[in-house]
Every structure is written in structure tokens, then in C-alpha cells.
């Protein structure tokens, strides 16, 4: 079964920061795009950020500027560095191999004071 294996989350301050990583297969991360994809309680799963296999990004209006989604294909990882972080950041904080079924677990960053 692939598993993708995310990691980072937790507890932060409003204008804090926190770092997400999410390891893949390599068979999987060198063929698909990857993204990160949060949901927060009553809201529907939204994709934050997504990197192409060739390094091209695109984000979420709302988190343009504040967050940074990155690869490094030697360690097959997928990295979502979040700066500036807003209580409306609260969600649970899903990786995904781009148009397939492959998913983290999730892990849940909370802001708050």
C-alpha cells in the first residue's frame, strides 16, 4: 500500500511559523505533481499549494506570499514552509500526489494565542 508520510504540525502562535514535510515512493514522487491540500472543521478540503516535477508552483490566494511549497527530489519529500500564520490557518493539513488517490494522514496545525 503507498503511503505518503507527513509530518511538522502542531500548536503555533498567530505570525508564527511551522514547516510540513511529506515523504513519497519514489516510483510516485518522480512522475506527479504534489500538493498540500488543509481542511478545516465544516469546510470542504481545499489545495493550498501544489509543485509541478519540474519546480512550478501556484497557491492559494490566501496563503500567496505567506507560504512556500518546495521539493527535493533526492529525498523524494515535499516541504510546505508556512510563515505569517493566521488563526484562519487552522486545518488539517493533508499531502496528495497530484490526480491520484494517494494521500498523507494528515496532521493538524492549530494557531492560536
Known amino acids: 500500500q503507498v503511503q505518503l508520510v507527513e509530518s511538522g504540525g502542531g500548536l503555533v502562535q498567530p505570525g508564527g511559523s511551522l514547516r510540513l514535510s511529506c515523504a513519497a515512493p519514489?516510483?510516485?514522487?518522480?512522475?506527479?505533481?504534489m500538493g498540500w491540500y488543509r481542511q478545516a472543521p465544516e469546510k470542504q478540503r481545499e489545495l493550498v499549494a501544489a509543485?509541478?516535477?519540474?519546480?512550478?508552483?501556484n497557491y492559494l490566494d490566501a496563503v500567496q506570499g505567506r507560504f512556500t511549497i518546495s521539493r527535493d527530489n533526492a529525498k523524494n519529500t515535499v516541504y510546505l514552509q508556512m510563515n505569517n500564520l493566521k488563526p484562519e490557518d487552522t486545518a488539517v493539513y493533508y499531502c496528495?500526489?497530484?490526480?491520484?488517490?494517494?494521500w498523507g494522514q494528515g496532521t493538524q496545525v492549530t494557531v492560536s494565542s
Open positions: 496528495n500526489a497530484i490526480y491520484t488517490h494517494y
Open positions: 519514489g516510483s510516485i514522487f518522480s512522475i506527479y505533481a
Open positions: 509543485i509541478t516535477t519540474a519546480g512550478s508552483t
